[in-house]
């Protein structure tokens, strides 16, 4: 249950990350409000606090959160952009995903 905990807990990270460079995105690619910066701003700080939230070292943690990241990206690519996504971008979010599993989940004598 603990690596159902941290892969679950990367990605609401990864969507608190994905939020906070959206909404500056809309701003000044789209022509949006400037206000969208606000909320922006305190996804990104939500970002930084959840990636506190991990038990092990900071650099393992972003190494790994990395993998989770690239997925929710492309979920994220047709969800919200309405891009349906290749068969190379699923071979290579589930790619990324192997290598999160691998850098998260691996046996440590420490």
């Given at each position: 249950m603990p690596e159902?905990?941290?892969?679950?807990?990367?990605f609401i990270t990864a969507i608190?990350?994905?939020v906070g460079c959206y909404l500056p995105y809309l701003w000044l690619r789209e022509g949006k409000t400037i206000w969208l910066l606000v909320p922006g701003a305190l996804s990104l700080?939500?970002?930084a606090w959840l990636?506190?939230?991990h038990p092990t070292a900071a650099g393992r943690v972003y190494a790994a959160y990395g993998g989770v990241y690239i997925f929710t990206?492309?979920?994220w690519l047709w969800a919200v952009d309405g891009i349906r996504p290749?068969?190379?971008d699923f071979v290579g979010s589930s790619v990324a995903i192997l290598g999160m599993a691998i850098i998260m989940?691996?046996?440590r004598s420490t």
């Open positions: 159902l905990k941290t892969a679950g807990l990367f608190a990350e994905i700080a939500v970002f990636l506190s939230l990206a492309i979920l290749t068969v190379w989940f691996a046996p």
